[in-house]
């Protein structure tokens, strides 16, 4: 939930239920179908393949997306209430309190898979745009004390945009934290094509 899923509310007639979708670029094909099939095999899907989406988009036209959808679950409802918080009537994804107990090396690296990217000569940007100052410097404090890794909060260029760099002297730590759980065509992310 930290990056690329997001949660719909199902209304139901005695209790809500939860639906997770995630949607990844024709050029993340390889990740969004393995990802696919980890989760048909654990029956959190009903097909093998992700859907292909049409998008609408002013600047691109025939832009298509795959998108993973999962069944959706009553007992998921606590995920939703940790992720999603309602102010003035707008629902907005947030960053749960208990993030860092769920922070593992294979939640990093889907983490870093769908919203990392290398920055030769520096290391990795981390694009945390929904997420507030504060929740970043959050998450970035918990990488730095659960993983050692070094790393700081920067500006996006948009106002009240976030990301967050984890520097080029952890990367060859970082490589060996997350490296057993990428899939090959994703390891572009973590410089080793460079």
């Known amino acids: 939930m930290l990056g690329d899923f997001w949660a719909d509310k199902i209304p139901g007639k005695s209790i809500d239920s939860i639906r997770f979708n995630i949607e990844q670029s024709i050029s993340n094909t390889a990740y969004i179908h393995y990802l696919t099939l980890f989760f048909y095999k654990l029956g959190y899907c009903a097909r093998p393949l992700p859907t292909l989406v049409e998008k609408s988009d002013i600047k691109i036209e025939n832009r298509f997306n795959y998108r993973l959808t999962l ?11 940790s992720y999603y918080k309602t102010v003035n009537g707008i629902t907005k994804k947030s960053v749960p309190f208990f993030i ?3 922070l593992s090396p294979i939640g990093l690296a889907h983490w ?17 745009n929904c997420f507030t100052y504060d929740e970043c410097l959050f998450l970035a404090r918990i990488l730095t004390t659960k993983y050692n890794l070094k790393t700081s909060v920067i500006k996006t260029g948009i106002p009240n ?6 520097w080029k002297e952890s990367m060859p730590l970082l490589r060996e934290i997350v490296k057993s759980y990428f899939i090959p065509e994703m390891e572009y992310k973590l410089g080793y094509f460079y």
């Open 100 to 102: 860092s107990d769920y």
């Open 112 to 128: 870093i898979m769908q919203d990392g990217s290398f920055q030769k000569g520096q290391g990795i940007n981390i694009a945390t």
């Open 71 to 81: 069944f959706t679950f009553t007992s998921f409802i606590w995920i939703y209430d």
């Open 161 to 166: 945009q976030w990301r967050i760099s984890i």
